[in-house]
């Protein structure tokens, strides 16, 4: 049988409709979905402790209960953090879970994953730009960590090029001055670029003039009572 024109019209717009709906639903649902792991993986181990002080309850006000405690909980934390016997505290932890062969690993990577998007973490990126990398033509993203001068009193910067989807790993730099471009991208677009492999980009960029070049510590740190996540290997 023939499909006729209006039959093929019909079917188009469902189509349409159809997937035009799915791209609204599906983000929204997988963002329900890991806000229902998050806030039941949070809540799980304050729930028990909650029930033979409340008795019975209605479950979404032991669900409620359990949040705010833990939200409470997540606070007092952060208060710890912010005390030097806190950190020491928690340096000591750290390295306690370091030294436990299975932990380790699980441990380190989750911790990389969330320096590289934590607010201290980004500080340390100075600027997004472009640099001919892996080949010459190409251009790589790249985050300029700071200068190193050579022996010769050259200044070069220290640019980080992270892979993607996962910018933990990637490949360090040192280009001279006239090899890197910077851009007007900012830090917290540039990691979405990194991490959504090129999907969530802005729809256009400019160059700006690169900033005065100031020499930047460049040697080993050591982790002490300011640096409580110590090496991560």
Known sequence: MTETPHSSKFGKHVRTRLVSGLLVLIPLAITLFVLNVFFSSLTAFVRPLLLPWLGELPEYALTLIAVVTTVLLIYLVGIITTHIVGRRMIY????????????????????????????????TFQAVVLVEFPRRGSRALGFVTGTIRTAEGTQLYRVFIA?????????LLLLPVDEVQFTDISIED???????????APEAYGLRTPPPQTATPSGPVRPDIDSPSGPLS
């Open 92 to 123: 000591w932890g750290e390295a306690l879970l370091m030294r436990l062969p299975i932990v380790k690993s699980i441990y380190a990577a989750s911790k990389q994953v969330v320096d590289t998007f934590s607010s201290s973490q980004k500080a």
């Open 163 to 171: 892979t993607t989807p996962n910018p933990t790993s990637g490949f």
């Open 190 to 200: 540039g990691v979405k670029m990194i991490v959504s492999g090129g999907m969530l």
